[in-house]
């Protein structure tokens, strides 16, 4: 990485790194280890990313989409259930989660291919695990590809539309009972707020007792009483904001804008297609994550199981998203 840009994506993932690791050391010390072996092994990636060259990876578009959706389906076929859905998979000691891991093979798929409608295919296997937050997640990788194609804008808007007018009958019959009731806790949390508004009532509070500077680090009560759940994963956004306050917001939302711009100024600069449509699918997605699980906490969106890019604990998107990054800024 020798461009000016390629610069500010090492400082924002220094930042997030840092703050990532030293917010696992308090909220889960015993996952520290695992966590840093998880960053070793994704810098390990992103060096063999930087490697490949692109124009050769757009020869593999089927095979990646093929390879995407068989470790889509082996949770399923496994059917080791955790919070209701079938989504790990488990090679005896280790677990990884297959819709993290696809990113990437799925976004090289959408990049080359003529075809970006087959990216359903693995989005409705992931519904099938069940995993709404995992599938919006994968599907929002195909934004660029609309965004660019006016034909498949067209049929976008026209899909968002009939979604609209099937909202009824989704909301009946197409999500399962857990999902409606993280709908509706998120309109009215208050409504159960021991039971289903538990998760977001804990959240606001950490964040605001955080206040500008934090109540200190490894001092949060929320987090580190356990009022505050899923501390490490879900909801470690609180869990910073309580320990290290809004300068510890500043810090990270500082490091998703200069990812995500960088990310974007390099799509726009570039004049090969594909690798514009590769970098701009992972700066949406990074966005798109970051904008949901905070909201999330923040109790603006839904309850959905999004991990916050590289500060949740979880080394199937560390190791995904800094293999993307390599593919991006590759030789």
């Not at 840009?5 to 924002?12: A, E, G």
């Not at 007018?165 to 998120?186: A, C, E, K, M």
């Not at 289903?196 to 007792?209: F, L, M, P, R």
């Not at 109540?215 to 290290?244: N, V, W």
């Amino acid at each position: 990485m020798r461009s000016p840009r390629s610069i500010f994506v090492l400082i924002s993932l220094a930042i997030l790194m840092s703050i990532n690791l030293l917010m696992v050391h308090s909220m889960a010390p015993g996952l520290l280890f695992k966590q840093v072996i998880s960053w070793i092994i994704g810098l390990g990636l992103f060096l063999i990313g930087k490697q490949l060259n692109p124009k050769y990876l757009g020869q593999l578009k089927w095979p990646l989409l093929i390879i995407s959706s068989i470790l889509l389906i082996l949770p399923i076929i496994q059917n080791n259930i955790t919070r209701g859905s079938s989504r790990w998979l488990y090679l005896g000691p280790l677990s990884i989660q297959p819709s993290e891991i696809v990113k990437p093979l799925l976004m090289m798929f959408l990049a080359h291919s003529a075809w970006p409608i087959l990216h359903f295919i693995p989005v409705l296997i992931i519904m099938l695990q069940p995993d709404l937050g995992s599938a919006l997640s994968v599907l929002a990788l195909a934004i660029p590809n609309f965004l660019f194609d006016k034909k498949l804008l067209r049929i976008g808007l026209l899909a968002i539309f009939g979604l609209i007018l099937l909202s009824p009958l989704i909301w009946n019959f197409g999500l399962h009972d857990y999902q409606r009731q993280r709908v509706t806790t998120f309109l009215n949390p208050a409504q159960d707020p021991l039971g289903k508004g538990y998760n977001v009532i804990q959240s606001q509070i950490a964040i605001g007792s955080g206040g500008f500077f934090g109540k200190g680090y490894r001092k949060g009560t929320q987090g580190q009483l356990l009022f505050l759940p899923e501390k490490h994963t879900d909801f470690i956004f609180a869990a910073t904001s309580e320990e290290l306050g809004f300068i510890g917001i500043i810090f990270i939302i500082s490091a998703y804008y200069l990812l995500i711009s960088t990310l974007i100024k390099k799509a726009y600069t570039t004049d090969n297609r594909p690798q514009m449509i590769f970098t701009m699918g992972i700066a949406i997605q990074i966005w798109f994550q970051a904008t949901i699980n905070i909201g999330m906490n923040l109790g603006l969106f839904p309850v959905t199981g999004i991990p916050l890019p590289f500060l949740s604990v979880g080394g199937s998107s560390i190791m995904a998203l800094l293999f993307s990054l390599g593919i991006i800024f590759a030789v």
